[in-house]
């Protein structure tokens, strides 16, 4: 098992994702006109419903348009952790991911190659999102578009290892449903995507204890500090911890010794 | 048998067995699914693991394989323990498994070359061994075809191919003809046996289909976790006091008539 093994199967991996997500281009644009849709025609209807005072990182008033941006990025991010979460239920009911679980290298890494390897077709679909919403005329600091890549690792993977954990934990494909209800709308809900949390607070002190518990939040939060070159440390400690404590619990639960692909196997053995 | 195969069976004679499975059982919670399996599969040597649905096939597979664990009994692969060294042992494995794991939207090259990454294969050297594997299953002119277009006989040899191409030294293959035609069936048959002949490589092939064993096959029959019989198929038959492997598969596997395929 040399390094250019480890290379190696990290590319094969890498470049079997984004082929599929070329053959796919039904999911690229869905991927793209979900937050289109939020970006042009919901906050266009609430741009004036809604007042924002100048919070950090913002140095000046902004349209309600701008200060969903992150929000957006973080609900890509989001629902692409949750895509392919869909995917690795479908491959291991299809037995697809067998063929990657039985090759020679550590279960860990190869893991890891696929979290990586999905975080990278989303910061792909980011990029795309925000350039189309440059030519709606958002745009963000120049520098922005760069300072905000690192984040955008750090968010992929955090939401993606939150996809991997579910996909070791849900068994069958027809439960998919559920995770949209009780993972996605209220982690996009609840946090600050599409209200700062003060506006929250005056609201509820509860709502808003439930957004600052919320991972997502803080996912945003990166995201919406390193949008303007700046860092949120708090959140951006968060966000790894809950990254790390993710794909620690995913790994877990692929471990062989517990039997994950078990229940199917019963009945055909 | 080719050069390669000789220096591969010259290799073998001095570590022993290719698989070696020792004292093995597996539950299911309090459900035994296996229970203290023994065999040994030399380099060369095809042995067909017959048993009903239910026996046991798939969670021995799966043992074998490092997607489920055991603690008790061991598993080597040409030396190599598979709980203490997966790595290594798995380096040695070409799978076929039950259900058809091919990406369906990509075309066969690309399924192939994911493979050769996953082991570690330069571009070069997977470029040579998929040509090669492909070109042995008639299945070269098709490289450039999505999976998704080719027949299910067809699908099985690519992933034939696919097992073959880091040169495992055990291929396993988990009831590989499941829903293919006769003709299409007894091809494939006759093509791994081949394989098991002039690369030396040690086969352990899964199936329910008696019609699938070759006289000169050793068997081993499993019936709901437990080893009934295992030899020559004379060996079977005389432990089961009968003269051929149909009869004794019914009286081995027979205490449930409803278990059977």
């Known amino acids: 098992m040399t390094a250019t093994h480890y290379y190696r199967c990290f590319l094969g991996i890498v470049s079997r994702e984004a082929l599929r997500f070329v053959h796919q281009r039904e999911r690229f644009v869905a991927a793209l006109v979900r937050p289109l849709v939020w970006l042009l025609v919901f906050a266009a209807g609430f741009r004036a419903a809604l007042g924002l005072s100048i919070i950090p990182p913002y140095e000046t008033y902004v349209t309600f348009e701008v200060y969903i941006i992150p929000g957006l990025i973080g609900m890509i991010q989001l629902f692409n952790g949750m895509q392919s979460s869909l995917s690795m239920v479908y491959d291991r009911e299809m037995g697809s991911m067998r063929t990657l679980l039985v090759s020679p290298l550590p279960r860990w890494y190869l893991l890891m190659c696929k979290l990586l390897a999905g975080a990278f077709v989303s910061i792909l679909q980011v990029y795309a999102f925000l350039l189309i919403a440059y030519f709606f005329g958002i745009e963000m600091p120049p520098l922005g578009y760069l300072t905000l890549f690192p984040a955008l690792v750090v968010s992929g993977l955090m939401l993606g290892g939150l996809g991997m954990l579910l996909s070791s934990v849900i068994k069958q494909l027809e439960n998919f449903a559920g995770i949209m209800n009780f993972v996605i709308f209220p982690m996009f809900f609840l946090s600050s995507a599409l209200y700062p949390l003060w506006k929250m607070k005056e609201s509820s002190l509860l709502l808003y204890q439930i957004c600052l518990a919320n991972p997502f939040t803080h996912a945003v939060e990166t995201i919406r500090f390193a949008l303007y070159g700046q860092v949120n440390f708090l959140s951006l400690l968060i966000t790894v911890g809950v990254l790390a404590l993710f794909v620690g619990l995913a790994i877990y639960g692929y471990n062989p010794a517990r039997g994950m692909m078990s229940r199917k196997t019963v009945t055909t053995g | ?261």
């Open chain 2, 1 to 261: 048998m080719t050069e390669q195969a000789r220096g591969n069976l010259a290799a073998d004679a001095t570590d022993g067995a290719a698989l070696e499975v020792a004292g093995l059982s597996y539950s299911f919670g309090n459900r035994f699914a296996l229970e203290e399996i023994s065999f040994a599969i030399q380099p060369g040597e095809f042995v067909v693991l017959l048993g009903p649905n239910g026996a046991g096939k798939t969670t021995l597979f799966s043992l074998i394989t490092h997607l489920y664990e055991s603690r008790n009994g061991t598993i080597r692969i040409k030396g190599a323990d598979v709980r203490r060294r997966p790595t290594r042992a798995l380096a040695q494995i070409g799978v076929v498994f039950q259900q058809p794991t091919l990406d369906l939207d990509l075309t066969v090259r690309h399924n192939l070359l994911y493979h050769a990454a996953l082991h570690g294969m330069g571009r070069q050297e997977a470029q040579h061994r998929i040509e090669t594997e492909l070109t042995r299953l008639g299945m070269y002119e098709r490289r450039g075809e999505k999976v998704r277009r080719l027949n299910g006989g067809h699908r099985r040899r690519v992933e034939i191919a696919r097992a073959l191409l880091h040169r495992p030294r055990v291929l396993l293959l988990d009831e590989p003809t499941v829903g293919l035609d006769v003709p299409t069936r007894r091809g494939i048959v006759e093509h791994v046996h081949r394989l098991c002949r002039e690369d030396g490589i040690a086969v352990l092939w899964a199936t329910h289909l008696i019609d699938e064993v070759f006289d000169d096959d050793r068997v081993i029959m499993l019936h709901k976790g437990l080893i009934r019989a295992q030899g020559s198929v004379n060996d079977v038959n005389r432990a089961a006091g009968v003269n051929s492997v149909g009869e004794a598969f019914d009286v081995l596997t027979g205490d449930e008539a409803d278990s059977g395929p």
